[in-house]
């Protein structure tokens, strides 16, 4: 079979353009350790292209989208993805695809996991997935895909050719992708041009510099490692062997050429790129590609006698590599560039990134500031209008003697005469009978009756809502499908623990004039109730006790007192997958974003950040936690 609507791979100076005048969806996705492209989410796509206006060789820090990405970054440059706790790094790529297809309409495929969880399908075959499902096919083989799988669209199962094995699939809306128009400006390569200087340490160039460092460090290393040689030598004589170095984010050299002459003891580049001669060009390091005050140090004649061939210039496809053959007299490390010790991925040590030929500002990686300075227990005190210190959960079984009839009746009204329209819940039309009708039945429920939420005034039928009652948590709440909103008091899953909170003689940044609330979470590992995914299995309990921390005014004992409701109610944590380490039945954050850096924000999770406090009551107030429940 064909692939309908397969992506458009456009490789133009290492990132995809689409032609001028034609209108093309943007997905951006990452491999994964099998060689597989994963796409991120629509979300996260708008985030990254946001970025890639305003500056097309920068970093795009995931965590200011998405809180469970807060440990990754994106170089642009490079175009890879960087983990900074593990140092993890993968290629990505920017991909194109028609608007028609599944990412413009925001349609999402998804195959249900062996922990109960849903995981998108890889974009390609979301696509041709979706445009069998638009042709009204009732099945569809991906074998031409190079999975062993069919697909049933009529009991919406995926089938294993070869063990049998069947798997549930669901089509779901979500976000559309972000959609481009023409050609889109090409960034500029590297600079070239005479500066001085001492390598900047301001935080944005570190963080921007000392990850493309990184990433270039530990392609360079893997090369190296393959073609042996000598260049793990500074001081070694004879020749640098070849290395490849990964494309920057136009696709071209790392350097340009320029029309100067070189002198005996300057450094000589020889440019191929298919001609038959070759240029001598000079070549000093720039500061114009960062976004501080001149700051790259010069290669002077000081350095020695260098001779630099790049053949192939703009033939990189992404996420490809260019190489380059290096020949020297002597290896020579630049002055005033100091080592950048890189965990390489086949662990054979630190690598030094100037052995790479890299023309950026190298200083050692950023680590967020998680904790303030030591603080005497003398020191912490309760916070003001907020009685003790710490909360404490127990083991809560489900709430019980709810009768599902009663809680639907209570919250809603009996309509008679029904609109011509779905029910968003059976997908059936409401002057019809429930979808669930002979396969759920309650007494006092006819599958005809239909009934109208009270605060919102959206009309489901009343089986269907008893049927969704009851695969929730059945805590004697109901939250409306369609708009999200609450009735009762809606509450968790949350496994038992302990919650304290004080104040502490510090101030955050962006608030110099408050002292700083901190609030410890600790949850133990344990055993899932009937209320989790997997009943009687182990869960997990990763990265406890997490500490974060507000800013001591009184908004900031506001979110407080209602995050203290929110933990009472056990919707702080759930157990689930986590999206950072991929692990499954493990404790996980639910929608409420804390912030966990103390004195930066380099992960999106610390301060200074403005908009923290009104995002996280809006959060809390769709989990039901609203200013409302507050008591004078």
Known sequence: MARPGSGLLVPVNGLGYPPQNLARVVVWEWMNEHGRWRPYSAAVCHHIENVLKGDARGTVVLGQVDAQLAPYIIDLQSMHQFRQDTGTMRPVQRNFYEPSSAPGKGVVWEWENDNGSWTPYDMEICVTIQNAYEKQHPWLDLTSLGFCYLIDFNSMCQTNRQSQRKRRLRRRMDLAYPLIMGSIPKSQSWPVGASSGQPCSCQQCILVNSTRAASNAILASQRRKHYGGTAGNPGATGTLTAVRQSNTFAGTSLWSPTSASSGP?????????GHAKAEQVLLPLSSANFPCSPVMPTLSAAHGHHALTINGQNNLNRPGTQRISMSTA?????????????????????????????????????????????????????????????????????????????????????????????????????????????????????????????????????????AMYNNGNKDGSLQCPTCKTIYGEKTGTQPPGKMEYHVIPHCLPGYPDSKSIRIVYDIPAGIQTNEHPNPGKK??????????????????????????????????????????????????????????????????????????????????????????????
Request: aromatic letters at 4%.
């Open 265 to 273: 003891n300057n450094n000589n580049i020889s440019m191929g790129g």
């Open 330 to 466: 002597r290896g020579a490390i630049p002055t005033g560039v100091p080592a950048l010790p890189v965990k390489n991925l086949t662990g054979s040590g630190p690598v030094h990134p100037a052995l790479a030929g890299l023309p950026v500002c190298l200083t050692r990686a950023p680590k967020p500031i998680l904790h303030p300075p030591p603080i005497n227990k003398s020191d912490m005190k309760p916070v003001p209008g907020i009685n003790g210190m710490r909360r404490k959960t127990k083991k809560k079984h489900l709430r019980r003697g709810k009768n599902p009839e009663d809680v639907v009746r209570r919250y809603t009204e009996k309509i008679k005469m029904m609109p011509d329209e779905d029910c968003t819940i059976c997908m059936e039309r409401l002057v019809m009978a429930s979808g669930y009708e002979g396969i759920l039945q309650h007494k006092g429920i006819k599958p005809e009756l239909v009934g109208k939420l009270g605060k919102c005034g959206h009309m489901y039928h009343l089986l269907c809502l008893v």
């Open 539 to 632: 869960f997990s309990a990763r990265g406890f006790p997490r500490h974060c921390y507000l800013p001591d005014n009184d908004k900031g004992r506001k979110v407080l007192k209602l995050l203290i409701m929110a933990w009472d109610r056990r919707l702080i944590f759930t157990i689930g997958t986590s999206s950072t380490t991929g692990e499954s039945d493990t404790v996980v954050w639910n929608e409420i974003h804390h912030k966990t850096e103390f004195g930066s924000n380099l992960t999106g999770h610390g301060y200074p950040d403005h908009k923290y406090l009104d995002n996280v009551l809006t959060e809390l107030s769709a989990q039901g936690v609203g200013e409302d429940n507050l008591k004078d």
